[in-house]
């Protein structure tokens, strides 16, 4: 069965910190992993990552795929509280049939 | 201003009605997705609709049906049979032939009381 996991769970640092985020996955016919962030309703895309070792970047926000690992780190350095949201992680297939399957997210708070 | 709406925000229902989510879309994508968001366990995929016309179970397509009459619109009907249907529900959608970047929804809280 396929599956995606993510940890941890729920996370609760102070501004100024830096996170790392995990996501591990099982899946056949891997294709590429995603990143989204949820603040209150719509997810809003973060990273795509299909290569392994390149790290994509996006202001304090970087995230690396390793395909040996079957996993993928985001990381959030000087973090700030409207960094507070729910992470997401999710995977496709190579076979194209457009689905993503998703973890169970990472809720962060980040108090001031 | 290009997006996806869904509508209701908030919807009610009672026990035993059948109820439709409305989702468009302007962005000219091919393919749409409802998924259903329930506290810890990430969003799972009800169903999804790659043309016009044609459409897809996903993984938790049980008490749950979908029509895909235009390209811009993907309603979902919750009915009696959804054992469970108190959750967030969200619908994307993504050009077809891409990597998969799926664009969301504000999503819609259905409750049922």
């Known amino acids: 069965e396929d599956k995606v996991v993510q940890s941890p769970l729920s996370l609760v640092v102070h501004e100024g910190d830096t996170v790392t985020l995990n996501c591990s996955y099982e899946v056949t016919n891997f294709r590429s992993l995603l990143w989204y962030k949820q603040e209150k309703k719509a997810p809003t895309f973060l990273f795509m990552l299909t290569s392994s070792g390149i790290e994509k970047k996006s202001g304090r926000l970087s995230s690396i795929l390793d395909k040996k690992e079957l996993s993928s780190i985001l990381n959030i350095t000087a973090t700030q509280t409207g960094d507070s949201a729910i992470y997401l992680c999710a995977v496709s297939f190579s076979s194209n049939t457009g689905k993503l399957i998703f973890g169970q997210g990472t809720t962060l708070q980040v108090k001031p | ?113």
């Not at chain 2, 169903?47 to 459409?55: A, E, G, K, P, R």
């Open chain 2, 1 to 113: 201003d290009g997006g996806i709406t869904q509508s209701p925000k908030y919807l009610f229902r009672k026990e035993g009605q059948n109820v439709t989510l409305s989702c468009e879309q302007n962005l000219n994508h091919d393919a749409m997705y409802w998924y259903r968001q329930d506290p810890g366990q990430g969003l799972r995929l009800i169903y999804y609709s790659q043309i016009v016309n044609d459409f897809q179970k996903g993984d938790i397509a049980e008490g749950y049906s979908v029509s895909r009459e235009k390209k811009e619109s993907f309603p979902l009907t919750v009915t009696s049979a959804q054992k469970n249907p108190t959750a967030f529900y969200l619908c994307a959608s993504s050009i077809w032939d891409s990597d998969n970047e799926q664009f969301f929804g504000p999503g819609t809280r259905l409750t049922v009381l």
